[in-house]
């Protein structure tokens, strides 16, 4: 049997999203030796737009590939069916239907291709990369225009039966709650926990207290960011919409914790940049909705990847997965 020697292969990790798509070349420690970034939107047929994809790449494998082997192609995109490499009825990206992605990179690459969810991809750049290495048991929470999850038990992440199965931000936490901007469900998690959310609450929350200090902001300029400014002033209605988000967010981490005893949750995203204001509450609150067999055995932790490069990292993770 032939020896695999994995210091001479390289990974490419790919990132779609509704407006750019990243991608690197990826070692198998980690380090992304090159990288670049393309519109996704520029293109109505998914051919012209791995074509264009193709024609971006091939700079960067010609010169970091001449003495390395290119293993694969690991990507990680909205919607993304893993075990049929498809993208099924992606809402932000302009190819309608279910599209043989793996497939056609396959084709015109000439490479093995993986594809899972974003979330999904994260959580094994975590494993692989981050602060997840050598857990076996966890569960990533991506908190940004979103709330994705990703959940690894025995060291696999769960797929379900049909690839779909984790999207946790869509579970309900308040039932006839907020109603969903995009799904219509009432009382989301993603409707509260996630920046647009938390840029919701704000706005109904700074009505009610004409003296915060959010009333200073125009009503397109209030968002998570704001909200974070105005909580380090000490704004008693900023530091409550973290509190408020923190509690939903501790509620629905004890269902999850419930469901699949994780040894933690990993935290990612824009959100988390709030610290304490954020997590102190969810901390609370996850402990108090605990049965007694589960308190004080999960970490909240947060995520060791740069934030720029991890949807690249977790992308390039899929090529290095063991089946």
Partial sequence: MAIIDLSQQVALGIDIGGTNTKFGLVNHRGEILAKDSMKTDSHEEVEDFIDELYENLQPLISQYCTDRELAGIGIGAPNANYYKGTIEQAPNLRWTGVIPFAELMTKRFNLPCKMTNDANAAALGE???????????????TLGTGV?????????IVYGHDGFAGELGHTIV??????????????????????????????KMRAEFPDSLLNSFAEKDVNAKTVY?????????AIEVFR????????????????????????????IRAGDFILEPARRHMEKNLLPIFRDKVKLVFSELNEADAAILGASALVWEQS
Avoid at 148 to 154: E, H, L, P
Avoid at 261 to 268: E, K, N, Y
């Fill in 127 to 141: 494993m692989m990369y981050g602060a997840a290495r050598g857990m076996q048991d966890f569960i990533m929470i």
């Fill in 148 to 156: 994705g999850a990703g959940i690894v038990s025995s060291g696999k």
């Fill in 174 to 203: 308040k039932p006839g709650g907020r109603k969903h901007w995009s799904t219509g469900s009432e009382g989301s998690l993603e409707a509260y926990a996630s920046a647009t959310g938390i840029t919701i609450t704000a706005k």
């Fill in 229 to 237: 400014e105005c909580a380090l002033k000490n704004d008693a209605t």
């Fill in 244 to 271: 408020y988000t923190g509690q939903k967010l501790g509620e629905a981490f004890a269902n999850f914790v419930m469901f699949s005893s994780p040894q933690a949750i990993l935290l990612f995203g824009g959100v």
